[in-house]
Protein backbone atom coordinates (compact mmCIF):
# COMPACT_ATOMS: atom_id res chain seq x y z
CA UNK A 1 0.00 0.00 0.00
CA UNK A 2 1.99 3.07 -1.17
CA UNK A 3 1.13 6.27 -0.83
CA UNK A 4 2.89 9.54 -0.91
CA UNK A 5 3.06 12.12 1.53
CA UNK A 6 4.80 15.13 2.26
CA UNK A 7 7.15 15.29 5.09
CA UNK A 8 8.17 18.63 6.23
CA UNK A 9 10.21 19.96 9.15
CA UNK A 10 9.71 22.66 11.66
CA UNK A 11 6.20 23.40 11.11
CA UNK A 12 4.97 25.77 13.90
CA UNK A 13 2.29 23.56 15.28
CA UNK A 14 -0.15 26.84 17.23
CA UNK A 15 -1.59 26.77 13.94
CA UNK A 16 -3.21 23.56 14.48
CA UNK A 17 -4.76 23.74 18.34
CA UNK A 18 -7.31 25.70 19.71
CA UNK A 19 -5.13 27.55 21.67
CA UNK A 20 -3.08 28.64 19.14
CA UNK A 21 0.14 27.94 21.38
CA UNK A 22 3.24 25.83 20.95
CA UNK A 23 6.31 25.00 19.32
CA UNK A 24 6.98 23.15 16.10
CA UNK A 25 7.11 19.65 14.96
CA UNK A 26 10.17 18.43 14.17
CA UNK A 27 8.59 16.35 11.34
CA UNK A 28 5.20 17.18 9.88
CA UNK A 29 2.86 15.96 7.30
CA UNK A 30 -1.00 15.73 6.88
CA UNK A 31 -2.79 12.93 5.72
CA UNK A 32 -6.32 12.66 4.18
CA UNK A 33 -8.13 9.07 4.49
CA UNK A 34 -7.25 6.02 6.67
CA UNK A 35 -5.13 4.84 4.54
CA UNK A 36 -2.82 7.43 4.23
CA UNK A 37 -2.87 7.29 8.26
CA UNK A 38 -1.78 3.65 8.20
CA UNK A 39 0.86 4.32 6.04
CA UNK A 40 2.03 7.75 7.35
CA UNK A 41 2.60 5.62 10.68
CA UNK A 42 3.70 2.28 9.06
CA UNK A 43 6.45 3.71 6.25
CA UNK A 44 7.98 6.27 8.80
CA UNK A 45 7.96 4.62 11.89
CA UNK A 46 8.40 0.91 11.42
CA UNK A 47 11.99 -0.89 11.09
CA UNK A 48 12.68 -1.23 8.00
CA UNK A 49 16.12 -1.92 7.31
CA UNK A 50 16.22 -2.20 3.33
CA UNK A 51 14.34 1.34 2.66
CA UNK A 52 16.50 4.53 3.84
CA UNK A 53 14.29 6.60 4.93
CA UNK A 54 14.62 8.13 8.09
CA UNK A 55 12.34 6.89 10.87
CA UNK A 56 10.76 8.92 13.36
CA UNK A 57 11.04 7.05 16.95
CA UNK A 58 7.19 8.61 17.84
CA UNK A 59 4.29 9.60 16.27
CA UNK A 60 1.68 12.20 17.74
CA UNK A 61 -1.41 12.12 16.10
CA UNK A 62 -3.75 15.27 16.14
CA UNK A 63 -7.57 15.97 15.17
CA UNK A 64 -8.39 19.22 15.56
CA UNK A 65 -6.03 20.09 18.45
CA UNK A 66 -8.99 21.08 20.50
CA UNK A 67 -7.99 19.32 23.88
CA UNK A 68 -4.24 19.77 23.99
CA UNK A 69 -1.44 21.93 25.21
CA UNK A 70 1.85 21.49 23.44
CA UNK A 71 4.79 22.99 24.51
CA UNK A 72 6.64 25.72 23.53
CA UNK A 73 9.46 23.46 22.90
CA UNK A 74 7.25 21.69 20.20
CA UNK A 75 6.85 18.20 19.89
CA UNK A 76 9.52 15.33 18.48
CA UNK A 77 9.43 13.01 15.87
CA UNK A 78 6.64 13.11 13.36
CA UNK A 79 3.10 15.18 14.16
CA UNK A 80 0.57 13.76 12.01
CA UNK A 81 -2.34 16.25 11.37
CA UNK A 82 -5.54 14.19 10.71
CA UNK A 83 -7.89 14.79 8.16
CA UNK A 84 -9.72 11.80 7.30
CA UNK A 85 -12.76 12.24 6.72
CA UNK A 86 -14.67 9.77 4.79
CA UNK A 87 -18.24 8.40 6.30
CA UNK A 88 -20.47 5.75 4.99
CA UNK A 89 -23.11 2.88 5.67
CA UNK A 90 -21.76 -0.34 6.01
CA UNK A 91 -22.19 -2.44 3.12
CA UNK A 92 -22.21 -5.68 4.99
CA UNK A 93 -24.04 -4.25 8.29
CA UNK A 94 -26.66 -1.50 6.84
CA UNK A 95 -27.13 -0.44 10.52
CA UNK A 96 -23.43 1.21 10.96
CA UNK A 97 -22.88 4.17 9.93
CA UNK A 98 -18.62 4.60 9.86
CA UNK A 99 -16.60 7.53 9.68
CA UNK A 100 -12.67 8.25 9.64
CA UNK A 101 -11.25 9.17 12.70
CA UNK A 102 -10.38 12.59 11.09
CA UNK A 103 -14.53 13.20 10.52
CA UNK A 104 -15.32 16.76 12.72
CA UNK A 105 -18.15 15.87 15.35
CA UNK A 106 -20.63 18.52 13.61
CA UNK A 107 -20.34 17.15 10.29
CA UNK A 108 -20.86 13.48 11.73
CA UNK A 109 -24.04 14.46 13.59
CA UNK A 110 -25.49 15.74 10.23
CA UNK A 111 -24.66 12.55 8.29
CA UNK A 112 -26.25 10.63 11.49
CA UNK A 113 -29.65 12.60 11.03
CA UNK A 114 -29.74 13.22 7.48
CA UNK A 115 -29.12 9.05 7.46
CA UNK A 116 -31.58 8.59 10.13
CA UNK A 117 -29.11 6.52 11.87
CA UNK A 118 -28.73 8.28 15.78
CA UNK A 119 -29.25 11.36 16.88
CA UNK A 120 -25.50 13.17 18.13
CA UNK A 121 -27.30 15.89 18.91
CA UNK A 122 -25.05 16.63 22.43
CA UNK A 123 -22.24 15.79 20.80
CA UNK A 124 -22.90 17.93 17.99
CA UNK A 125 -20.91 21.47 18.83
CA UNK A 126 -18.02 19.89 20.10
CA UNK A 127 -15.20 21.19 18.37
CA UNK A 128 -13.37 17.89 17.84
CA UNK A 129 -12.57 14.93 15.33
CA UNK A 130 -13.84 11.35 15.76
CA UNK A 131 -10.91 10.07 17.21
CA UNK A 132 -9.86 12.78 19.67
CA UNK A 133 -13.25 12.32 20.90
CA UNK A 134 -12.62 9.05 21.54
CA UNK A 135 -9.57 9.17 23.03
CA UNK A 136 -11.27 11.29 25.95
CA UNK A 137 -14.76 10.33 25.48
CA UNK A 138 -15.84 13.54 25.19
CA UNK A 139 -19.45 13.98 25.88
CA UNK A 140 -22.06 16.75 27.10
CA UNK A 141 -25.21 17.16 28.64
CA UNK A 142 -25.59 13.50 29.45
CA UNK A 143 -24.36 12.07 26.26
CA UNK A 144 -20.84 10.79 25.57
CA UNK A 145 -19.52 9.31 22.13
CA UNK A 146 -18.97 6.07 23.13
CA UNK A 147 -22.82 5.30 23.99
CA UNK A 148 -22.96 5.32 20.39
CA UNK A 149 -20.29 3.06 19.25
CA UNK A 150 -20.39 -0.78 18.02
CA UNK A 151 -16.96 -0.96 17.22
CA UNK A 152 -13.10 0.63 16.78
CA UNK A 153 -10.65 -0.18 14.52
CA UNK A 154 -7.05 0.68 15.32
CA UNK A 155 -3.51 0.63 14.43
CA UNK A 156 -1.50 -1.04 17.00
CA UNK A 157 2.05 -1.44 15.94
CA UNK A 158 1.68 -2.52 12.40
CA UNK A 159 -1.08 -4.21 13.07
CA UNK A 160 -4.65 -3.71 12.55
CA UNK A 161 -7.32 -4.40 15.71
CA UNK A 162 -10.92 -3.98 15.66
CA UNK A 163 -12.18 -2.79 19.29
CA UNK A 164 -15.45 -3.68 21.42
CA UNK A 165 -16.17 -0.43 23.35
CA UNK A 166 -15.88 -2.54 26.31
CA UNK A 167 -12.12 -3.07 25.73
CA UNK A 168 -11.66 0.42 25.66
CA UNK A 169 -12.02 1.43 29.16
CA UNK A 170 -14.51 4.22 28.66
CA UNK A 171 -15.63 6.18 31.94
CA UNK A 172 -16.22 10.24 32.43
CA UNK A 173 -13.69 11.95 30.10
CA UNK A 174 -11.50 8.93 29.75
CA UNK A 175 -10.89 5.91 28.05
CA UNK A 176 -7.62 3.54 27.82
CA UNK A 177 -6.45 5.38 24.99
CA UNK A 178 -4.80 7.83 27.39
CA UNK A 179 -2.94 5.10 29.10
CA UNK A 180 -2.01 1.71 28.07
CA UNK A 181 -3.69 1.93 24.73
CA UNK A 182 -1.99 5.88 23.63
CA UNK A 183 0.42 3.84 21.16
CA UNK A 184 -2.81 2.68 19.42
CA UNK A 185 -4.05 5.07 16.44
CA UNK A 186 -7.91 4.89 15.83
CA UNK A 187 -8.81 4.80 12.08
CA UNK A 188 -12.36 4.15 11.93
CA UNK A 189 -15.43 4.27 14.45
CA UNK A 190 -18.39 2.26 13.46
CA UNK A 191 -21.67 4.27 14.97
CA UNK A 192 -24.94 2.31 16.15
CA UNK A 193 -28.64 2.41 14.27
CA UNK A 194 -30.77 4.11 17.04
CA UNK A 195 -34.29 4.47 17.08
CA UNK A 196 -34.72 8.66 17.31
CA UNK A 197 -36.89 11.80 15.88
CA UNK A 198 -34.67 13.97 14.02
CA UNK A 199 -36.90 16.89 14.62
CA UNK A 200 -36.13 16.30 18.05
CA UNK A 201 -32.65 15.80 17.57
CA UNK A 202 -32.48 19.02 15.59
CA UNK A 203 -34.63 21.24 18.25
CA UNK A 204 -31.60 19.73 20.96
CA UNK A 205 -29.08 21.02 19.28
CA UNK A 206 -29.94 24.52 18.67
CA UNK A 207 -30.65 24.53 22.18
CA UNK A 208 -27.34 23.14 23.61
CA UNK A 209 -25.83 25.62 21.22
CA UNK A 210 -27.63 28.70 22.14
CA UNK A 211 -26.71 27.41 25.99
CA UNK A 212 -23.14 26.87 24.93
CA UNK A 213 -23.12 30.78 22.90
CA UNK A 214 -24.34 32.48 26.24
CA UNK A 215 -22.76 30.34 29.10
CA UNK A 216 -18.96 29.92 26.85
CA UNK A 217 -16.54 32.70 25.69
CA UNK A 218 -15.29 33.12 22.69
CA UNK A 219 -11.26 32.90 21.57
CA UNK A 220 -9.01 30.70 22.04
CA UNK A 221 -8.97 28.01 24.55
CA UNK A 222 -9.44 24.35 24.86
CA UNK A 223 -12.87 24.11 26.33
CA UNK A 224 -13.04 23.37 30.10
CA UNK A 225 -9.17 23.16 31.01
CA UNK A 226 -10.22 20.61 34.69
CA UNK A 227 -12.50 17.72 34.96
CA UNK A 228 -15.51 17.57 36.90
CA UNK A 229 -14.36 16.67 40.56
CA UNK A 230 -15.68 13.67 41.95
CA UNK A 231 -17.73 14.20 45.36
CA UNK A 232 -19.47 11.20 46.78
CA UNK A 233 -21.85 10.06 43.78
CA UNK A 234 -21.62 13.25 42.12
CA UNK A 235 -19.63 15.60 39.45
CA UNK A 236 -19.24 18.98 40.78
CA UNK A 237 -18.00 21.60 38.23
CA UNK A 238 -14.20 22.80 38.35
CA UNK A 239 -15.16 26.16 37.79
CA UNK A 240 -17.44 26.55 40.92
CA UNK A 241 -14.39 26.04 42.91
CA UNK A 242 -12.37 28.30 40.43
CA UNK A 243 -14.58 31.18 40.59
CA UNK A 244 -14.74 30.84 44.62
CA UNK A 245 -11.09 30.90 44.59
CA UNK A 246 -11.57 34.67 43.27
CA UNK A 247 -9.72 33.56 40.28
CA UNK A 248 -11.68 34.84 37.37
CA UNK A 249 -9.94 37.17 35.44
CA UNK A 250 -6.56 35.78 36.82
CA UNK A 251 -4.09 36.45 34.23
CA UNK A 252 -0.13 35.58 33.42
CA UNK A 253 1.59 36.37 30.87
CA UNK A 254 -1.28 36.22 27.86
CA UNK A 255 -3.12 33.75 29.47
CA UNK A 256 -6.29 34.92 31.73
CA UNK A 257 -8.69 32.74 33.48
CA UNK A 258 -12.21 33.82 31.40
CA UNK A 259 -14.79 35.49 33.78
CA UNK A 260 -17.78 34.24 32.00
CA UNK A 261 -16.64 30.74 32.29
CA UNK A 262 -14.11 30.05 35.91
CA UNK A 263 -12.70 26.73 34.00
CA UNK A 264 -11.64 28.57 30.19
CA UNK A 265 -8.39 29.49 30.18
CA UNK A 266 -8.12 31.86 27.07
CA UNK A 267 -4.63 32.90 25.09
CA UNK A 268 -5.92 36.80 25.07
CA UNK A 269 -2.33 38.31 23.88
CA UNK A 270 -0.09 35.77 22.63
CA UNK A 271 0.22 33.55 24.98
CA UNK A 272 3.13 31.00 25.24
CA UNK A 273 2.22 27.50 26.29
CA UNK A 274 4.27 27.94 29.42
CA UNK A 275 2.09 31.07 30.55
CA UNK A 276 -1.15 28.10 30.00
CA UNK A 277 0.62 25.96 31.84
CA UNK A 278 1.95 27.98 34.57
CA UNK A 279 -1.72 29.23 35.12
CA UNK A 280 -3.14 25.90 35.28
CA UNK A 281 -0.22 25.36 38.12
CA UNK A 282 -1.54 28.51 39.97
CA UNK A 283 -5.01 27.35 39.85
CA UNK A 284 -4.47 23.86 40.81
CA UNK A 285 -2.63 25.30 43.99
CA UNK A 286 -4.89 28.10 45.12
CA UNK A 287 -8.02 25.79 44.88
CA UNK A 288 -5.91 22.73 47.39
CA UNK A 289 -5.16 25.36 49.79
CA UNK A 290 -8.49 26.76 50.17
CA UNK A 291 -10.81 23.68 49.26
CA UNK A 292 -8.29 20.62 49.88
CA UNK A 293 -9.41 19.93 46.04
CA UNK A 294 -7.26 18.41 43.81
CA UNK A 295 -7.91 19.41 40.30
CA UNK A 296 -7.16 17.32 37.51
CA UNK A 297 -6.65 18.17 33.79
CA UNK A 298 -9.16 17.15 30.83
CA UNK A 299 -6.58 19.00 28.74
CA UNK A 300 -3.41 16.64 27.63
CA UNK A 301 0.07 17.96 27.77
CA UNK A 302 1.88 16.87 24.30
CA UNK A 303 5.84 17.93 23.57
CA UNK A 304 8.38 18.25 25.54
CA UNK A 305 7.54 19.51 29.08
C1 LIG B 1 -14.71 25.70 22.78
C2 LIG B 1 -14.49 24.27 23.20
C3 LIG B 1 -15.54 23.55 23.73
C4 LIG B 1 -15.35 22.21 24.14
N1 LIG B 1 -16.43 21.52 24.64
C5 LIG B 1 -16.24 20.22 25.00
C6 LIG B 1 -17.35 19.46 25.51
O1 LIG B 1 -18.47 19.92 25.63
N2 LIG B 1 -17.12 18.16 25.87
C7 LIG B 1 -15.88 17.57 25.75
O2 LIG B 1 -15.75 16.39 26.08
N3 LIG B 1 -14.83 18.28 25.28
C8 LIG B 1 -14.97 19.57 24.90
N4 LIG B 1 -13.90 20.29 24.41
C9 LIG B 1 -12.57 19.66 24.37
C10 LIG B 1 -12.23 18.97 23.04
O3 LIG B 1 -12.98 19.49 21.97
C11 LIG B 1 -12.47 17.46 23.13
O4 LIG B 1 -11.68 16.88 24.14
C12 LIG B 1 -12.22 16.72 21.81
O5 LIG B 1 -12.62 15.40 21.97
C13 LIG B 1 -10.79 16.77 21.32
O6 LIG B 1 -10.79 16.26 20.00
P1 LIG B 1 -9.65 16.67 18.97
O7 LIG B 1 -9.93 16.04 17.66
O8 LIG B 1 -9.47 18.15 18.97
O9 LIG B 1 -8.41 15.97 19.66
P2 LIG B 1 -6.92 16.57 19.78
O10 LIG B 1 -6.95 17.71 20.75
O11 LIG B 1 -6.34 16.80 18.46
O12 LIG B 1 -6.18 15.34 20.47
C14 LIG B 1 -6.49 14.94 21.77
C15 LIG B 1 -5.69 13.68 22.10
O13 LIG B 1 -6.14 12.61 21.29
C16 LIG B 1 -5.07 12.09 20.52
N5 LIG B 1 -5.63 11.72 19.21
C17 LIG B 1 -6.28 12.53 18.33
N6 LIG B 1 -6.69 11.82 17.26
C18 LIG B 1 -6.27 10.55 17.46
C19 LIG B 1 -6.38 9.33 16.70
N7 LIG B 1 -6.98 9.28 15.50
N8 LIG B 1 -5.84 8.20 17.22
C20 LIG B 1 -5.23 8.22 18.44
N9 LIG B 1 -5.09 9.34 19.19
C21 LIG B 1 -5.60 10.48 18.70
C22 LIG B 1 -4.04 13.21 20.46
O14 LIG B 1 -2.73 12.73 20.23
C23 LIG B 1 -4.20 13.83 21.83
O15 LIG B 1 -3.51 13.07 22.78
C24 LIG B 1 -14.07 21.61 24.00
C25 LIG B 1 -13.02 22.36 23.44
C26 LIG B 1 -13.22 23.66 23.03
C27 LIG B 1 -12.08 24.44 22.41
Known amino acids: MEVELEIRKGVALKN ?63 TIINKAKAIYEDSQEENLLIAESGVNLAVL ?33 GDEISKHIEWIEVLSGNKLKVLKPTECGFGYRKSNFLTFL ?21 IKRKGYLEYRNRTQPKGYSAGSTFKAVSNLNAL ?35 ATASDIKDLIN ?24
Not at 42 to 61: A, H, N, P
Open 236 to 270: NPAAIYIDKAGLKGYTIGGAVVSQLHANFILNLRD
Open 109 to 141: YKAALNKKHCDLSALAAIPATVGGAVVSNAGAY
Open 182 to 202: HNDTILRVAFKKEEFCATKAE
Open 16 to 78: YTSWRVGGEAEFFCEVHSAKELVCAITSYCGKDKKKKEKKFKKVTVLGSGSNVLISDKGIKGL
Open 282 to 305: YIKATVKEKFSVMLTEEVQYLGLW
